[in-house]
């Protein structure tokens, strides 16, 4: 039976929190760790919570090993060298890209983002990178730099993103793939 705190579920560590929320979020961090918080009221409590690990448990499985299979290098916090690198590799590719492509008053940042390479608000024209970028390689960044300029057109994955993806950098879906890990 889970309770709150940690738990063992078939050898693998489990923490249980409760919090003000609608309903059950279960995570697996980029470490291995499973973490599942659970409403304080209603939402059937930590009852409902067992079961509903229990449902997806093969999911947190399937989770966990790739998260675990990641190299290090993916997750490690980048240098004040590399950084420093990353923003001139960054200021080069998106002045490049944005010519190539007529794109004009794009304005661009880098900060921390745990779960993205990238964002793109196309209204205001403003784009962000994340500082995880500064431990991949040059071909991956200019990816990321291309798939959130072309949002500028396509506003979101479909059909007509992925035709002018095709366009400008063939093999895209294969550093995609890189960088999914």
Known sequence: MLKEGENRVDG???????????????????DGRVRMSVPLWGGGGIGAAEAFLREQWDWVMRAREKALATPAAATRKATAEEMAGLWCLLGELHGLWCAKLGEHGVTWRVSPMKSRWGVCNWTKRRIGYSTMLATQPREL????????????????HGPWFQTLMSQRLPG??????????
């Open 12 to 30: 693998v560590r489990v923490e249980v929190v409760r919090r003000r929320q609608k309903r059950i979020n279960l995570r697996v961090g980029r």
């Open 141 to 156: 960044v200019e990816y990321v730099v291309v798939h959130e300029l072309t949002h500028l057109q396509a506003h979101n």
């Open 172 to 181: 895209w879906r294969m550093m995609r793939e890189r960088l999914k890990g």
